[in-house]
T-cell receptor, first 112, second 118 residues
Framework: QKEVEQDPGPLSVPEGAIVSLNCTYS??????FMWYRQYSRKGPELLMY????GNKEDGRFTAQVDKSSKYISLFIRDSQPSDSATYLC????????????FGRGTSLIVHP | GAVVSQHPSWVICKSGTSVKIECRSL??????MFWYRQFPKQSLMLMAT?????????EQGVEKDKFLINHASLTLSTLTVTSAHPEDSSFYIC??????????????FGPGTRLTVT
């Protein structure tokens, strides 16, 4: 079993839909959880960064962490075609300088 | 801001030649930079951790003599793929660490370099 599991998709939704992206993990020591967005042939861009359990909202994006279930989610409200990209979850356990473990990414397609 | 650049963005080289890829943190200093490799529709695979002024730390299975890393300053790390072969063709991405608002280090990624070896 991989440390971080993420469905590669693709996930195809109509414009305006609410999108739910998820990752599960097995390492209970993970405390820091990140979501990155990667457009085709570009480097990943940090979207959300949360610590421990709970929710964090930033504009149309909401990140949720449920450490008891080892499950994290990223919700995108009012999805736009420009949201079409690959979304990677990442997580780490160490404080200070860290090296995160990445999921393989979920490809999202928002069609007009 | 936290901007990381890479150069070149795309390079084609012949088998047996060497290619150097540069990674720069443009508006912050990065003691630590990371080099990743990404195959199509796959996740990021960490190759090595580059620390300014010291030798890089390579992940298991990564040949340090083939992938030479130099971190000569707080804003520049280079990856040289020596004696490249077609199987080295991939998307190479660097990232740089910056101390974030959560009192932890955040990684900011460069735009990537697509290497094609013919």
């Amino acid at each position: 079993q991989k440390e971080v599991e993420q469905d590669p998709g693709p996930l195809s939704v109509p414009e305006g839909a609410i999108v739910s992206l998820n990752c599960t993990y097995s390492n209970s020591a993970f405390q820091y959880f990140m979501w990155y967005r990667q457009y085709s042939r570009k480097g990943p861009e940090l979207l959300m960064y949360t610590y421990s359990s709970g929710n964090k909202e930033d504009g149309r994006f909401t990140a949720q962490v449920d450490k008891s279930s080892k499950y994290i989610s990223l919700f995108i409200r009012d999805s736009q075609p420009s949201d079409s990209a690959t979304y990677l979850c990442a997580m780490s356990s160490s404080g200070g300088s860290y090296i995160p473990t990445f999921g393989r990414g979920t490809s999202l397609i928002v069609h007009p | 801001g936290a901007v990381v650049s890479q150069h070149p963005s795309w390079v084609i080289c012949k088998s047996g030649t060497s290619v150097k890829i540069e990674c720069r943190s443009l508006d912050f200093q990065a003691t630590t930079m990371f080099w990743y490799r990404q195959f199509p529709k796959q996740s990021l695979m960490l190759m090595a951790t580059s620390n300014e002024g010291s030798k890089a730390t390579y992940e298991q299975g990564v040949e340090k003599d083939k992938f030479l890393i130099n971190h000569a300053s707080l804003t520049l790390s280079t990856l040289t793929v020596t004696s490249a072969h077609p199987e080295d063709s991939s998307f190479y991405i660097c990232s740089a660490e910056k101390y974030g608002v959560l009192s932890e280090y955040e990684q900011y990624f460069g735009p990537g370099t697509r290497l094609t070896v013919t």
